[in-house]
C-alpha cells in the first residue's frame, strides 16, 4: 500500500505499501510486465468511482494517469474503463475511489494505493484511495493539496514504483499544500523506461460515426477509413489511432483491434 500524509510544515508524505513486497523508486522489484519481462504489457486499465468526491475528481485522475501515458522507450501506460461503484476489494479490478470520511486512513494519510502481486513479482491488480477529510483542489491553491499532483505520485506506486526521496521526482515521499508536481521529471522518466522498456502501440477511437446513438466496430472502421483517405471525419467523432498491430501502417484493422481491446479490456500488442 502506498500513502501521502501530511506532516508538519505543511508538507505531505507520499507513500506506497504493497500487499506483498516493499518498493523504493524505480528499482522496486515488482511491475505488471513481470521480471524479467516475459509478457509485456501496454495498458492498465482502471475504473474511477466518484461517489462523494468534489466535481471533476474523475477528469482530474483520467489527466494525472496520462502523465505515465506514452512516454518515449517505454512500454506502460493507462487507459480509463469508465465509472465504477466499487472500492478497495480484491476483485481484479483496478479502482480509483474518494473516501468520503477517511475510514481506515490515518489523521496525516492523503491518498494509498494497494497493490496485489505474484509471487515473481508481477501486479495483478491496484486499488487507490483518496482521504475525503483532506482539503484537496485542482487550481493550485495555496492552502490546499493539489489532487492531480497527489494522482500522478499514486499512480507511480500503481505501476511498481516506490519513493524516491529527491526534489527532482513526483515519487518524492513528501509534499506540499500549494506544491504542483504534475509533470514527470527526468528521474521518473528514466524510471519507467527501466521498469518498462520498449515502445507502446496505443490508439483510441471515439465517435457515433453512423449517428445510430451506438458505439461499436461500424463506427470504428468508418472513422479510420475517413482518416486514411483524408476524407472529413463524421461530425463528433474524435481520432487517435496508431499502428497497433504493428504492420507499419494505420488501417482498418487497426481500428477494430483497439476497439476490442478496449471493450474487452484486453492489452494492446506491443512493437518489437
Known amino acids: 500500500m502506498n500513502m501521502y500524509r501530511p506532516k508538519p510544515l505543511a508538507l505531505v508524505v507520499l507513500c506506497g505499501t504493497l500487499l506483498s513486497g516493499t518498493c523504493f523508486a524505480w528499482k522496486n522489484s515488482i511491475n505488471w510486465n513481470n521480471t524479467p519481462m516475459k509478457q509485456p504489457i501496454s495498458l492498465v486499465g482502471y475504473y474511477v468511482n466518484p461517489s462523494g468526491a468534489p466535481p471533476g475528481f474523475s477528469e482530474t485522475i483520467q489527466a494525472a494517469a496520462r502523465s505515465w501515458s506514452g512516454i518515449s522507450g517505454t512500454n506502460i501506460g493507462f487507459a480509463f474503463l469508465g465509472a465504477s461503484t466499487q472500492t478497495d476489494q480484491h476483485d481484479r479490478r483496478n479502482v480509483i475511489y474518494w473516501n468520503s470520511a477517511g475510514a481506515g486512513l490515518s489523521s496525516e494519510t492523503l491518498?494509498?494505493?494497494?497493490?496485489?502481486?505474484?509471487?515473481?513479482?508481477?501486479?495483478?491488480?491496484?486499488?487507490?484511495?483518496?482521504?475525503?477529510?483532506?482539503?484537496?483542489?485542482?487550481?493550485?491553491?495555496?492552502?490546499?493539496f493539489d489532487l492531480q499532483s497527489v494522482a500522478v505520485h499514486e499512480a507511480g506506486h500503481a505501476i511498481g514504483f516506490g519513493h524516491e526521496?529527491?526534489?527532482?521526482?513526483?515519487?518524492?515521499?513528501?509534499?506540499?499544500?500549494?506544491?504542483?508536481?504534475?509533470?514527470?521529471?527526468?528521474?521518473?522518466?528514466?524510471?519507467?523506461?527501466?521498469?518498462?522498456?520498449?515502445?507502446?502501440?496505443?490508439?483510441?477511437?471515439?465517435?457515433?460515426?453512423?449517428?445510430?446513438?451506438?458505439?461499436?466496430?461500424?463506427?470504428?472502421?468508418?472513422?479510420?477509413?475517413?482518416?486514411?483517405?483524408?476524407?472529413p471525419a463524421p461530425t463528433g467523432c474524435l481520432l487517435q489511432a496508431q499502428d497497433v498491430n504493428c504492420d507499419g501502417a494505420v488501417q482498418v484493422e487497426d481500428a477494430v483491434t483497439i476497439l476490442k481491446n478496449v471493450t474487452q479490456g484486453i492489452p494492446f500488442p506491443t512493437c518489437q
Open 111 to 144: 491518498a494509498v494505493t494497494t497493490t496485489w502481486t505474484l509471487s515473481d513479482g508481477q501486479i495483478t491488480e491496484f486499488d487507490m484511495e483518496f482521504n475525503g477529510t483532506k482539503r484537496f483542489a485542482t487550481d493550485g491553491n495555496r492552502n490546499s
Open 165 to 231: 526521496d529527491v526534489l527532482t521526482s513526483v515519487m518524492k515521499s513528501t509534499i506540499a499544500q500549494g506544491s504542483m508536481k504534475r509533470v514527470l521529471f527526468d528521474t521518473d522518466i528514466e524510471g519507467a523506461r527501466a521498469l518498462y522498456p520498449g515502445p507502446l502501440c496505443i490508439g483510441t477511437i471515439r465517435g457515433d460515426a453512423n449517428q445510430d446513438m451506438q458505439f461499436n466496430v461500424t463506427d470504428a472502421v468508418a472513422i479510420l477509413r475517413t482518416v486514411v483517405n483524408l476524407s
